[in-house]
């Protein structure tokens, strides 16, 4: 079997270079993934952009149709990062819908990965942190709503703590979150996920896994998930400028391949989102978030 990937050319809303989120890489990680050959004989699964009806499950009507018509109050555009004009309300909903996509392939498939994704600050009200759409939220809605599965976990190893996803499934029994982040980074005032484990900054590769691993069990014994999303964010490497975990590449992969391969032991069906990366030398980020793409595919 060919690891799916999702990809669609909409993910890169083409920000000029000296912007402070580096939206090129989305499109240079597909060249990479291409020049490479990790995109299959078929290429790309191309997403269609998530309905409205999909996106308002997980956020409020009113925020929903702000997005969709370029009209985000300016405050905010401010907690988001960017403004949002139509080029990225059609990379949002893209972008969603790349995650939706993907999850229906590892329902399929056992395993596929997105090259988007893992926006993971914006809650029901609105968006944050470089998230307009919480695309993994509404992804586990739709799966829900369709019937498709009964319980998910999300594994989410982004540096910064996936308070939104948190705050939309706060109450919700049949979602458990589980985030591991950098105790001192963004956001100021954490959530609380079903299980956070806070590390402290320069926690280095090997205490990093060391911690992994027996959390995660801790979570996958309460969430008894049917389904998972795996946010493999690399802003936990030691030369991003928002992460200060201080993880090597090797450090990265080895994470990816444990938490794939306790949930593909397992039986359990994984969609990979690429989550936060955040280095300027687009080229060698780019390089990083292929990586779970890499590592995904040992397992298929």
Known sequence: MCLPIVHHPAFDARFDEAHRFPMSKFSRLAKI??????????????????L???????????????????????????AIGFVVDPAVALRSRTATGGTVLTARLALGEGLACNTAGGSHH????GGAGFSVFNDVAVAAKVLLADGDVDRILIVDCD?????????IFEGDSRV???????????????ANSDLDLSLP?????TAYLEALIPALDQAFEQAKPDFAFFNAGVDPHTDD???????SDEGLAERDRRVIGFLRDRQIPVACVIGGGYSRDIETLARRHSIVHRVAREFT
């Open 52 to 78: 409205p009806g999909w996106l308002q499950l997980a956020h409020d009507a009113r925020y929903v149709d702000q997005v969709l018509g370029a009209n985000v109050p300016p405050a905010t555009e401010k």
């Open 122 to 125: 914006a809650s029901a009200t």
């Open 241 to 247: 400028r928002l992460g200060r975990l201080s993880l």
């Open 33 to 50: 993934l291409k020049e490479d050959g990790l995109d299959g004989p078929n290429g790309f699964y191309v997403p269609a952009p998530a």
């Open 176 to 190: 458990f979150t589980f985030s591991v982040h950098g105790e001192k980074n963004y956001p100021a005032v954490k």
């Open 159 to 167: 540096v910064h703590q996936g308070d939104g996803t948190a705050r």
């Open 201 to 205: 900054d320069r926690t280095g590769d």
